[in-house]
T-cell receptor, first 110, second 112 residues
Framework: GQNIDQPTEMTATEGAIVQINCTYQ??????LFWYQQHAGEAPTFLSY????GLEEKGRFSSFLSRSKGYSYLLLKELQMKDSASYLC???????????FGTGTQLKVEL | ETGVTQTPRHLVMGMTNKKSLKCEQH?????MYWYKQSAKKPLELMFV???????ENNSVPSRFSPECPNSSHLFLHLHTLQPEDSALYLC???????????FGPGTRLLVL
């Protein structure tokens, strides 16, 4: 079966850096997505990693290690508006299926 | 209208009712998806359509019946639901299979 693990909750301070980890055990892995979801809203796309390494996009970066089944999302210069759930999702089944983790609820405090 | 839209945004129904959820995407995408999101649980893929053809049914009970008349529209017909079906139902679309999925705002469903 498919298994995606990420911490349930994290708390960080405004202006700081936070790293949200995700480990996965899947068959037919094709890539790893990160989405942000504010309460009561749709998930919005943040990043997609296919190859090993770090992808940087503004304040957000995402890392993938296929051999270790591991990814992380790095958020820099945290802002209050970054308080949200961050969803890790693995693309499997020949690219046909997106399997999600339960999400990490990030709370940014003053 | 831009992106992915869903109607209604909120729905309350009894277990004997029949209702339908509608999703429309204005992105020119070829693939569309239905997901269920329950509290404290991961997003669960329900159905996948590619070029109007169903390519995935993730063991969904028959009381949920999808319909995809064209690549821009996706429906989820609901009948004789159970209280445990109460959840947020999200629609998504992507250019093709395996590409980034863009989500609609969801329909918050409550089954009484």
């Amino acid at each position: 079966g498919q298994n995606i693990d990420q911490p349930t909750e994290m708390t960080a301070t405004e202006g700081a850096i936070v790293q949200i980890n995700c480990t996965y055990q899947t068959s037919g892995f094709n890539g790893l997505f990160w989405y942000q979801q504010h309460a009561g809203e749709a998930p919005t796309f943040l990043s997609y990693n296919v190859l090993d390494g770090l992808e940087e996009k503004g304040r957000f970066s995402s890392f993938l290690s296929r051999s270790k089944g591991y990814s992380y999302l790095l958020l820099k210069e945290l802002q209050m508006k970054d308080s949200a759930s961050y969803l890790c999702a693995a693309l499997t089944g020949g690219g046909n299926k997106l399997t999600f983790g339960t999400g990490t609820q990030l709370k940014v405090e003053l | 209208e831009t992106g992915v839209t869903q109607t209604p945004r909120h729905l309350v129904m009894g277990m004997t009712n029949k209702k339908s959820l509608k999703c429309e995407q204005h992105l020119g995408h070829n693939a569309m998806y239905w997901y269920k999101q329950s509290a404290k649980k991961p997003l669960e893929l329900m159905f996948v359509y590619n070029f109007k053809e169903q390519t995935e049914n993730n063991s969904v009970p028959s009381r949920f019946s999808p319909e995809c008349p064209n690549s821009s529209h996706l429906f989820l017909h609901l009948h004789t639901l159970q209280p445990e079906d109460s959840a947020l139902y999200l629609c998504a679309s992507s250019q093709d299979h395996g590409e980034t999925q863009y989500f609609g705002p969801g329909t918050r469903l409550l089954v009484l």
